[in-house]
């Protein structure tokens, strides 16, 4: 029974840059490999990010090269760095296992970035 709890959302304009954080809880964290997903008014939840337990990682096309995934194994947290944010850009972003739905963990509430002028 893991929990996550994400942070780090916010209002910024276009151009402009947020880190998110996801605190994970347990003594199990290195091992899991993490994903960053979100979900934004009228659409289906997407994958964003993932980061395996040894440092891989890969990412959703339209953000690569502006969004970084990355994890610190002793704060049991995982990071999204986003860098020139666009409007679509907008969404609630949750972190959770990278897994298929059968192994995901009950969801946190997510954190809301908005990205407008």
């Known amino acids: 029974q893991v929990q996550v709890v994400e942070s780090g959302g916010g209002l910024v304009q276009p151009g402009g840059s947020l880190r998110l954080s996801c605190a994970v809880s347990?003594?199990?964290?290195?091992?899991?490999?993490m994903a960053w997903y979100r979900q934004a008014p009228g659409k289906r939840r997407e994958l964003v990010a993932r980061i395996t337990s040894g440092g891989n990682t890969d990412y959703l096309d339209s953000v690569k090269g502006r969004f970084t995934i990355s994890r610190d194994n002793a704060k049991n947290t995982a990071y999204l760095q986003m860098n020139s944010l666009k409007p679509e850009d907008t969404a609630v972003y949750y972190c959770?296992?990278?897994?298929?739905?059968?192994?995901?963990?009950?969801w946190g509430q997510g954190t809301q970035v908005s990205v407008s002028s």
């Open positions: 959770n296992r990278a897994a298929g739905s059968n192994n995901w963990w009950r």
């Open positions: 347990g003594n199990m964290f290195s091992t899991y490999h």
